[in-house]
Nanobody
Framework: VQLQASGGGSVQPGGSLRLSCTGSGFSVGYYAIGWFRQAPGKGREGVSC????????YVVDSVKGRFTVSRDNEKNTVYLQMNNLKPEDTAVYYCATDGVVGSSCPPPRDYRYWGHGTQVTVSS
């Protein structure tokens, strides 16, 4: 199970980015996929999650109304659309899965497989 996050970059406040999490060697459609971020000097924070069947999605309160998670099984990719970005969104963003077929969004401690992160920087 391998995941690769991409799509990060530098934007001004109010800008948008779309992060991609692509699976390799497995079909992301069978698994819950979570997005996490870690800002400099801070702990890792759960940002969003989408269940294996897309019936359940979750976003942390600080990004509600700005971030949306979605999935394209044909592209074996999960997306995190980030709009109206703020400086406090600056972090390295990671995607991860618990590796359990048919799972809904598990607790953060259950995520076992992590992709390399992608840097998001929001500044003027």
């Amino acid at each position: 199970v391998q995941l690769q996050a991409s799509g990060g970059g530098s934007v001004q406040p109010g800008g948008s980015l779309r992060l991609s999490c692509t699976g390799s060697g497995f079909s992301v459609g069978y698994y819950a996929i979570g997005w996490f971020r870690q800002a400099p000097g801070k702990g890792r924070e759960g940002v969003s999650c989408i269940s294996h069947d897309d019936d359940s999605t979750y976003v942390v309160d600080s990004v509600k109304g700005r971030f949306t998670v979605s999935r394209d099984n044909e592209k074996n990719t999960v997306y995190l659309q980030m709009n109206n970005l703020k400086p406090e969104d600056t972090a390295v963003y990671y995607c991860a899965t618990d590796g359990v077929v048919g799972s809904s969004c598990p607790p953060p401690r259950d995520y076992r497989y992590w992709g390399h992160g992608t840097q998001v920087t929001v500044s003027s």
